[in-house]
């Protein structure tokens, strides 16, 4: 069995967490930590673990932690886990950060969009971005993973096999994404109350969301060259679920089925990928409560765009789900084990 | 392996089942019936199952499914089970009914309640209702089981305790129930579209409607005297859920400690059954996608009132959950078997 | 035209207030205050009231609005208007108090649901329960109104006839209420999160809610007897809504239309309640945006119950409007001034 | 006093016509039409007129209506006014037509995207685009305007400013649409009920949308050039509301106030549009209830993109009382008259 402690364990990010690992096959839930909660029963925090999980949190000690766990999920803000990871506690335990502070390799783009120094230069080349689709085999060798955003995991496995193809105009490529309220966290805002979010959409943080740098790191690594992308994130009045209506331009007159064959290609093999019919689009219902990642696309031929969208379950795709499939990776267990929930719908 | 089919695939307590059997370790889903999508696969008309359940749906016929299966679910409209089962049916297969057809005793009650006499009167003594902590005993040796109605399923595991000891007065019993949208099936109506039930509250077949007679059936059996109730019923812009809050008045003058050890005695050993703390009341949230049924209560003095609130998956505990319980002990299997599914939070 | 100023108008019944206000055809709205807010345009708050109302806010100061307006709304939280309202502001200026402070007429009462004692025992006989349909006479001649709670508004609503009648066993009586989340204001608290209360239902402050004693003791004054009642609040994932189910035995043996016929002769003239047909329940959609308040009711003959069920917009005939009905009131104005729009379906 | 008749006015648009133009001081209601509730009570349909609006309903009959009013709005579903419509019709009464059957003006691109012959081509020419901020001039002489498309008001008013200035490269426009539920109207249609809509995100008829060539009818008119766009249109699971998010490339390097300034001038004078401040993007929630449309938007440097945000309430601005607006400019009345509705926040 795998020894497992998680840090931050009583967000949303952090409770999904537990829930998966603790059905999961091979794991042993050792330590959950949460600063504002030690010596609280963790059915008491949230009473859906009634009867299944009275694990006592403790504090935030990884030192301590790394002396009893195999592996270490942090699930925290951004700006902490990269003062808390070093390179002796690497030695010990293997480490899965779901924060962003190991996903920009590069220190400047960091400090750009972050308006800061990165805390923790050295390890930033150590650690691996999960995005497990597509760094399969680093993540394997791995002790430190960056397990990647979530608007960055759906729209980067819309783009990944396009721009893989370098089929795509490079500066063409605008991401419009909807995102359900769960993505900002179980954190005390006036924005997300009900009375705030029900009822109504809007667009955020358009031009400057910090998921920007992380996929265009990603997509200039796939295709070689400096991509550059427009994103406009949304909050959408649902728990859970992300849509990303990705649009680029292609280089040549391809029709649906070339395009097709792309996709199955790079995804024929990927069990948590599925790939619509023609004329089809995927609808976040069909995936929520599950890791999968459904995508579908359609060509303009008027305007000579392709439109690709993609729907994840913000919390499990895009976070805790993700986050085991790279744990089963990195122990060599199957990649899906733990994660074959059905999609539950309706929810 | 148990071989399962199911008729009625296509509605949302269908796909429940489907989804749920899929995921339990002793099944084999051999036949999937839905008479409006003959020869369609599954996975086209429900996408969640897509890559997951691709078998073809075929149409109803219930004597060439009992050679195939080893029990059939039937989650069909009322007043069609009890036209197709016969007994020479049910001696080649077990039959998990989810429909009311035979849920009443009395031929004189099902008339009254529904306004028709009722088509199988022979097999309504045959049949065992299906409330798993109630009839255990009886459902074991059973090959016709009356899958409990939602509603009646929530309020009765309120009340069993209480009413088993005799400790309420009969006539005081009221119940106002909450349920989410889901309960009313996936039936094209008009007043289920979203532009009519989002941000509403309603009720609706306030003393009419059909579980009351199931629902005093059972009470009636288990105090020994006769019930009569006040039931109303509530429809509440969420998918799943059903809320019950239970009002009766007490024929002495108990304190909650008191009652609190009659519930725990009666529901000590019962995986499915969750009693919350003294001040704290159950939510459907902390239930959803699981079997569990979570029960609070609070006496009040100046009144001389207990108020117990029950919580369930309406799909889940309320239908095809319970059904699968139910399958678990007609087949000596753990009873909690592909069952154990953690409530998902935030939905 | 009427000078108004509204104390504690950035919170969602202050909000309201404005909002009705500046549509009202005899209303200046001079002076809006909020502590919080100080000096900040109304509008850069509420964006709805963009390139409509931008006055800034000032500070809480009672003694200097008193001197520019003609009333005074106080929408503030509870324990505070009884510390700021006194004998020399009444003489200056008519004042509506919206919070709990006045609304209870006994000491001992408001010690025993508040747990502390009361303020401005003074003032509690001058102030008039400002439920506009039952205190019409009162309101007219008085300086100091306290707004009825938006629960007690539609229960008593529902009750009244009944009750002055005396036609209804006086301890029968349960009021099982249903509230959407703005009844809880806007206040920063977990609880409150879209993440927690969508898609969830739950009960809360069972036996404990503090519109209790504000009910009971208009009950008991309509029915000159003690009535003490049974009233359990439940949280539903909309916006703006209260739907009251309330139940009651009947003393005899009446039909249908004998009852109706008691409502209509209560509520023949009054604009702002609508009673529905036989079989016909109320529904928040209904109502929403409006000032009304929806009654249907059936009987069973089986108990000898009456059900009656109520609806109104929290925020509006549980609040803001039916303060400004009082203020219409209090100037002599037409009862519907500035009140008839039409509810907006769908919301 | 203008009388008016509405056919369709059993729908959600034809009721928010009703109740806009029961508030609006110069109308007089004369007659409804609704072909599947002839002789029904208006308030027996919609609730929320109950005491307010108890006119019978009648069946279609254009002719019989034109005697009797001076202007009718059709809320029918397409392709059926413009077989009603003749020119002697047009002799006696003035036509408001919100269906699509007269926007766009070119017989080709009508049966380019309808897949069909326009019913009556004859018209076409008469009929005036009533989208009242661009065409004000022409819709005050005409007897028949064509009404927009929800999307094509909220995406015409975010791009006109730029698009009649020029500055915005013409092969460059995205529109990514979110729209509400009741955009498709009261119609029986599965995709549309609550549990299939609620807490899910789709994209729909991406490429294929009708109403794309009405937006590049009217942008290719105000620029001077054929434009073609991209437009995907998206289910959000709220009643009302829609939001676009349109990109396009910039031919010159302007800075915020400059197209700030060039917005300003456009819009100055327009009652019904609200710019946000920089930094600020609008929300459904602000407008909801009400005739504005908001409009914010930024500039993105590293990819020489502006991408502008609207909103408007679908029902409001984006059908019925657009509707209205065309109506007041009609009849020489303020352009607001009854429009002034303040957004309802929270709604």
Same mark, same amino acid.
């Given at each position: 069995m795998i020894r497992v402690g998680i840090m931050g364990a009583t967000g949303y990010v952090g409770a999904e967490l537990v829930r998966i690992l603790l059905q999961h096959p091979k794991v042993e839930l050792k330590i959950l930590a949460s600063q504002n909660h030690i010596?609280?029963?963790?059915d008491s925090i949230? %009473?859906?673990?009634? =009867?299944i999980c009275e694990i006592k949190c403790v504090g935030n000690n990884l030192e301590s932690m790394a002396k009893e766990a195999d592996v270490i999920f942090l699930a925290l803000p951004h700006g902490i886990s990269s003062i808390l990871i070093t390179e002796s506690i690497l030695e010990k335990v293997k480490i899965i950060d +779901?924060?962003?502070?190991?996903? +920009? =390799?590069?220190k400047e783009v960091y400090k750009k969009w972050y308006k800061t120094e990165h805390?923790?230069?050295?390890l930033l080349n150590k650690a691996?971005?999960?995005?497990c689709e597509l760094k399969r085999e680093s993540i394997k060798k791995s002790t430190l993973i960056a397990n990647p955003g979530c608007y960055s995991t759906c729209t980067i496995l819309c783009l990944l096999p396009l721009l893989a193809e370098g *089929?795509?105009? %490079?500066?063409s490529i605008i991401i419009d994404a909807k995102s359900g *309220?769960?993505?900002?966290?179980?954190t005390l805002n006036l924005e997300f109350l009900f009375g705030e979010c029900n009822e109504s959409i809007k667009a955020y943080k *358009?031009?400057?969301?910090?998921?920007i740098p992380e996929i265009e790191q990603q997509l200039s690594e796939l295709s070689g060259t400096d991509i550059i992308i427009t994103f406009s994130p949304h909050l959408i009045p649902v728990n859970r679920g992300i849509l990303t209506t990705c649009y680029g331009k292609l280089k040549n007159n391809f029709d649906y089925e070339e395009i097709k064959e792309i996709y199955e290609n790079y995804y024929?093999? %990927?069990?948590?990928i599925r790939l619509t019919k023609k004329g089809v689009f995927p609808e976040t219902k069909f995936v929520k409560g599950s890791n999968y990642c459904d995508i579908g696309f359609t060509i303009e031929k008027r305007t000579g765009r392709i439109i690709i969208v993609g729907v994840i379950d913000n919390l499990i795709k895009g976070a805790a789900g993700q986050a085991v499939q790279n744990m089963n990776i990195m122990f060599d267990l199957d990649e899906n084990m733990g994660l074959k929930t059905i999609p539950i719908f309706p929810t």
């Open positions: 010596r609280c029963k963790y949230f %009473e859906n673990f009634k =009867k +779901l924060s962003s502070d190991f996903r +920009l =390799k590069s805390h923790n230069r050295d691996v971005y999960g995005l *089929i795509i105009k %490079e500066n *309220i769960t993505g900002a966290g179980r *358009i031009t400057s969301h910090r998921h024929f093999y %990927e069990y948590f």
